[in-house]
């Protein structure tokens, strides 16, 4: 039972454009959200958080939206860079103990 | 503090036989999280530790599957009689639990993983 979908595999964008990734959620109780970026043989990195109190987080060329109502958050990136491929993972969480995370976005920028 | 470690980076082993994964979390973190993740697949939860105590598990760690944080600092998930279905990345992740805290840029600090290849 995938709690939260990630529905995009792979995302292609040129160097400069905006980047869109998106994710989707099924539990109505989920208040707490992350993004996470992973290299090749890393761990995942923390990028950004929001909680269910906000609609908008930003930090930088980061910026998370959370629609509550429609149970769907997107990270926008802008301008994207070659070093921003990676794979994405959204991540959310109803009481901040365990995550539930996505499949993942495999984010390609081409310069 | 270098962030979260974990030993090995790579474990290969034979079928049936016991491994053992460590993790160093960072020092002032009090949560310790540990997840498995397959190819194609997002990180899924096992457990959680706050200091010592064990809080939740996940459905998914079998009775082969036991973690431990003696002292609440560093953390072992032992994986007894191992099969092929165990290879996967094991992923270890800290927090400093606080619900305010975990709003802040920090959030969950994973480790680089060990990856597990059971033959």
């Known amino acids: 039972d995938q709690q939260v979908k990630q529905n995009s595999p792979s995302l292609s964008v040129q160097e400069g454009r905006i980047s869109i990734l998106n994710c989707d959620y099924t539990?109505?109780?989920?208040?707490?959200f992350l993004w996470y970026k992973k290299y090749p043989a890393e761990g995942p990195t923390f990028l950004i958080s929001?909680?269910?109190?906000?609609d908008k987080n930003e930090d930088g060329r980061f910026t998370v939206f959370l629609n509550k109502s429609a149970k769907h958050l997107s990270l926008h990136i802008v301008p994207s860079q070659p070093g921003d491929s990676a794979v994405y993972f959204c991540?959310?969480?109803?009481?901040?103990?365990?995550?539930?995370f996505g499949t993942g976005t495999s984010l390609t920028v081409i310069p | 503090d270098t962030g979260v470690s974990q030993d090995p980076r790579h474990k290969i082993t034979k079928r049936g036989q016991n491994v053992t994964f460590r993790c160093d979390p960072i020092?002032?973190?009090?949560?310790l999280y540990w997840y498995r993740q397959t190819l194609g697949q997002g990180p899924e939860f096992l457990t959680y530790?706050?200091?010592?105590?064990?809080?939740?598990k996940s459905r998914l760690l079998s009775d082969r599957f036991s973690a431990e944080r003696p002292k609440g600092s560093f953390s072992t998930l032992e994986i007894q009689r191992t099969e092929q279905g165990d290879s996967a990345m094991y992923l270890c992740?800290?927090?400093?639990?606080?619900?305010?805290?975990?709003?802040?840029?920090?959030?969950?600090?994973f480790g680089s993983g060990t990856r597990l290849t059971v033959v």
């Open positions: 539990n109505s109780m989920f208040d707490y």
């Open positions: 992740a800290s927090s400093a639990w606080d619900r305010e805290l975990t709003m802040r840029r920090d959030g969950y600090t």
């Open positions: 020092s002032e973190h009090n949560r």
């Open positions: 929001i909680s269910s109190i906000k």
């Open positions: 991540a959310a969480s109803a009481t901040g103990n365990q995550f539930y």
């Open positions: 530790f706050q200091n010592e105590a064990q809080l939740e």
